[in-house]
């Protein structure tokens, strides 16, 4: 059995640049950086290296959601300056404008910033910051003067200053499907008719592990991280068995 047919078809060639990374590192003696790279991208990384190397990882706050991994042979010492983040603020008039997650991260992809460049964007009532490579900070500074119509300024951010990533709190809840298609469980889950999960495939509003889905037919499988614009997140746990009627318990968690 090939090493690809543990992965989906659509991250073979994230598994083929992993397995790229670590001939290099094994080759050439030198640590790798990566960029940030969302939870699934992290959790592939971890099962292809096993113990052929160290990983080490950070996002740069507490508790980030996406983070930069170190792959490294077993005898480097972890010098944190080596992960190359920088926080940033992003300052703008609070008295006139509530600035959004979604408005930063749109903002930064449209200054022509790509996804990987930027970790968590963390918001805490009027004070809002993100993290980003270094070699990015320069272009972000000179690129990005509007977040939507406000004016903003980016600022630097002291190490006392950085903001800890809310924990997020998984309720764990049960259901019974017909299938593990995507639009089956977010029907079952979000309780809303099979349709109406398939138009909002279609108009770009769901993501599975981070990745917009453009089939509603697409097979979820345990672990599964599902988000719906409008709609929130839910994580496929667990897949229980089955029914006498053949029908699909799964295990799932809403955030709380």
Partial sequence: MSVYDHYRPSERAFVE????????????????LTDFLDPREQQIV???????????????????????????????????????????????????????????????LNAGLKRQKFGDVVLDEEIVQFATTRE???????NLER????????????????????????????????????????????????????ALVKHGDCKVNHKVIEDASFILEPDDLLSVRGYGRIKLMEILGSTKREKIKIQYGTIR
């Fill in 17 to 32: 640049q992993v397995l790229d990374w670590v001939q290099q590192v094994e080759n050439s003696y030198v640590l790798k």
């Fill in 147 to 198: 977040v939507g119509k406000a004016k903003v300024r980016i600022s630097s951010v002291s190490k006392e200053e950085i903001l800890v990533v809310p924990k997020t709190e998984w309720v764990e809840e049960f259901g019974i499907v017909s299938s593990l298609r995507f639009d089956t469980v977010a029907s079952e889950v979000l309780n809303i008719s099979r349709q109406k999960a398939q």
């Fill in 46 to 108: 971890k099962q292809l290296v096993g113990k052929q190397l160290v990983i080490h990882d950070d996002g740069g706050f507490e508790g980030a959601e996406r983070r930069r991994l170190i792959l490294a042979p077993d005898y480097y010492e972890l010098n944190p300056d080596d992960f190359e983040i920088e926080v940033r603020r992003i300052e703008y008039p609070t008295k006139f404008v509530d600035l959004t997650h979604r408005q930063v991260t749109g903002t930064l």
């Fill in 136 to 142: 990015a900070v320069g272009f972000i500074e000179m």
